[in-house]
């Protein structure tokens, strides 16, 4: 990990170069290098982000995540993330994310239409809680051609200036 020695048992392992960059708060966070034209775009917007990759399925190959599962058994998810940026935000700033972009006339149908050969996958996961009550997650994933992210970057940018 840029800047830090190694990590620790329970933090994800770069696949990716990455860059150490200061959030809103004062911390210092690595981000993937493609992600970070987005990520600080995202942050001048005021929409926090809680984790980011600019291609899952690389990650997910390259052991980059939380799982003991071997590369047969993540063999579909490896195909179905390849290629794929993923997101990770609070609920209300994804939602304030997608509102903005179902605005453009680009990224529009990519928000409204699950079949579009572009289009965003996103949900939040139900997950139980302490007292057995499943919850929805307060955080929302999104997923998305990874070849967009410039584009997206140009699309947030136009908003701010």
């Given at each position: 990990m840029a800047g830090r020695a190694d990590p620790m048992p329970d933090e994800l392992i770069p696949v990716h170069p990455t860059e150490p960059v200061t959030t809103p708060a004062g911390t210092v966070v690595d981000i993937d290098v493609e992600m970070i034209p987005v990520v600080r775009i995202l942050w001048r917007l005021g929409l926090s982000t809680v984790g980011c990759c600019h291609d899952l399925g690389e990650s997910l190959a390259g052991g980059g995540h939380r799982t003991s599962r071997n590369d047969h058994d993540r063999s579909r998810h490896l195909a179905f993330y390849a290629g794929v940026a993923w997101l990770k935000m609070p609920q209300d700033a994804a939602a304030r994310l997608v509102t903005i972009l179902a605005d453009d006339e680009t990224f529009g149908p990519r928000m409204t239409d699950w079949t579009h050969?572009?289009?965003?996958?996103?949900?939040?996961?139900?997950?139980?809680?302490k007292n057995g009550a499943v919850l929805l997650a307060d955080k929302v994933q999104l997923h998305f051609p990874r070849r967009q992210l410039p584009e997206l970057a140009r699309v947030l940018a136009a908003i701010i200036d």
């Open positions: 050969p572009d289009a965003w996958l996103s949900y939040a996961p139900l997950a139980p809680d």
